[in-house]
């Protein structure tokens, strides 16, 4: 099969692999409808994390069974599936607990950019649809795989209620999709903080009351100023670095929440100013699974559409500019065609 694979920063390629195979009697195998890029991807792109020996890369993925382990019973070959980043058996402590992105047989994602998929505890990790989905809906379920159900737990971890005030932080896919969760929950205002003009157009589109240009300090101030002096209710911090993270516990009221999920990097957080501060937060990796079948049921109704934060369509064989558009902003989020 053919998949990209990351070598240096900078250097992602487009290689043939080998085909995945059933490791595991918990294994299946999808052949890939289409996949994406994800902006935690660009973290290794950008030099941020380490790469080590080339590698397969990505974690967001729909697609279709090939092939199930003896173990598997949930899906069958010829179904179409959603899948999470994060697998799980979806039977454990942790994930009864609804945190299946902590499932203590949790295994990440990491060749999905490719046309086939090994996906390990698939029983418990994908969610069939009861018939193949319009292909113009596909996009809006790759979403549900990673940016839009994390998007979802940002708001459920800021605590975003009917009739409250959410402030997103990040104008990326996850941030995006974070507008539409806070509006789904109800928020009667929320307020994105984004500086490009496309992005900020979709973010109206999907709930977006307002939106502010400013960081910073500059971005508290007016986040203040919008909120009567206090703060917001709920800030949805989809970023993932330090300066995100203060602007984003800078922006909430006391006694409000902030919802981190950005993966952090250089993130430090005083604990003496969390605690006079009376913010909550919380935030990880998205327990996706738990939202799968009810996410999958909004975009399939047409009442969702995160799918709108592809605005750049690739076939796979050209990951590697989708990785430079959106490195340069010239993409928000580049979807990829086998």
Known sequence: MRGAVIHAPGDVRFQTLDDPKILRPTDAIIRTAVTCVCG???WPYRGAEPIGNPRPIGHEYVGF???VGSDVTSVRPGQFVVGSFATSDNTCANCENGFQSNCLHREFMSTCQADYVRIPNAQGTLVATDEVPDEELWPGLLAVSDVMGTGWWAAEAAEVRPGSTAVVVGDGAVGLCAVIAAKESG????IAMSRHEPRQNLAREFGATDVIAERGAEGVARIKELTGGIGADSVLECVGTGEAMAQALHSARPGGSVGFVGVPHGVAIDG???????????GGPAPVRRYLPDLIELVLSGRIDPGKVFDLTLPLDQVAEGYRAMD???AIKALLRP
């Open 272 to 282: 003496q100013e969390l605690f006079f501060s009376h913010v909550g937060l919380r």
């Open 328 to 330: 340069e902003r010239r």
């Open 65 to 67: 069974v090939e092939e």
């Open 187 to 190: 928020a009667e205002r929320i």
């Open 40 to 42: 935690s991807d660009l």
